[in-house]
C-alpha cells in the first residue's frame, strides 16, 4: 500500500510545519469530496480509495494518507489537494507532488 504525507505548501514560523488547519476545518473542507471518518471523533478518514490519518491535537501539520484503491484513488487525491492547496510528500522517493 503506497503511503503519502499531506503537508501544506506553505511552512510555518521559522521553518517549521505549516499549518493544514484545525481538525474541525480540515473536517468541513474535506467532506464536499466524499471523505469523512465513520463516527464523528475518529482520528481515521475515510474517502473513494484513500485512508488519511490525522495526528492527535490542533493545529494539524501533518497527515498521514494510504491509497487503498489506486485505480480511482488518484483522481480524487489530486482533486483535494489542489482544492485545498496542499503538498504531498512520499517518503519512499523522497519526491514531493504541489497539484
Known sequence: MQQLVILAR???RDGALGSLGTRRELLEAVAPFNISPERPDED???GPGVR???PPG???TQMLLSIT???IAWHVIIRVAKALQWRLF???SGRELSP
Open 10 to 12: 506553505e511552512s510555518g
Open 90 to 92: 512520499d517518503p519512499r
Open 44 to 46: 481515521v478518514l475515510y
Open 58 to 60: 490542533d493545529p494539524v
Open 52 to 54: 488519511i490519518e490525522l
Open 69 to 71: 484503491e489506486e485505480e
